[in-house]
């Protein structure tokens, strides 16, 4: 079906706003009102209203999901880098570039797809792991992209509460569009991350259940 002007924007703004697979899709709202703004000193007055602009034009995605498994496992898949090309299908490969401590900085070679330049490099902070990995990205046709993944045992440490959030700043291409490229990235690391993690660690408990079936 073909939109034309000025319905296009409202209905892709409208589409992205849907909650699809357990993925709440939203645009950044304002989080102050203009007379708190109006109130503060003149500096801080200025630099709130220059960051509540900016999420003006924010996109944001969040997927809240539980994995079957225990944390640790979780964690050892999402920083295996060069691993990455089995859990992202959109990565055909991916290398470390650099190491600081428990900053890791990556450069991925894409598959051809729709808003992603071939090449990316991408700076991870692992200092709050096995808890929470930051990424963002360094370079891409976006302004700004960054990516936030949460891990919280649950049920006795034998799950997984995963909270994974993108934060993007569009630039020049349309939030709504933005907003549904989104959805499509959160629901395939949603379905991949939880079938590595738990295939993995389906193996691994077998294989140390044989060994020690072995032994008896």
């Known amino acids: 079906m073909k939109l034309h002007p000025p319905y296009t924007k409202a209905v892709l703004c409208l589409i992205a706003s849907v909650t699809l697979s357990g993925t709440d899709f939203c645009l950044a709202k304002q989080s102050k009102t203009a007379a708190n703004v109006d109130s503060a000193p003149p500096a ?13 034009h ?16 979780v964690w ?23 190491r600081e401590g428990d900053i ?22 692992l200092t709050k792991g096995p808890g929470t990995l930051k990424w963002k990205l360094l370079d891409g046709n976006f302004k700004s992209v960054e990516g936030e993944w949460s891990l919280e ?11 994974y959030a993108i934060e993007v ?9 933005v907003a549904m490229f989104l959805k499509a990235i959160q629901k395939e690391a949603v379905v991949s991350l939880t079938a590595v993690s738990e295939s993995y660690f389906a193996e691994h ?3 140390n259940e044989h060994a020690s079936n072995n032994k008896g």
């Open 205 to 207: 408990h077998a294989a």
């Open 153 to 163: 045992p649950v049920k006795d440490g034998t799950h997984t509460k995963v909270t």
């Open 58 to 73: 924010l996109a944001r995605s969040v997927s809240c999901f539980e994995i079957a498994c225990p944390r640790e496992v």
């Open 44 to 56: 801080q007055a200025a630099e709130s209203k220059e960051n509540e602009e900016k999420k003006k």
């Open 169 to 177: 700043e569009p630039g020049i291409v349309p939030q709504g569009i």
């Open 104 to 125: 890791v900085f990556l450069e991925s070679v894409m598959k051809s797809q729709l808003f992603i330049k071939p090449t990316q490099h991408t700076v991870n902070d």
């Open 76 to 98: 050892q898949t999402l920083t295996n880098f060069p691993k990455y090309p089995d859990l992202f299908k959109r990565v055909k490969t991916c290398r470390v570039t650099k």
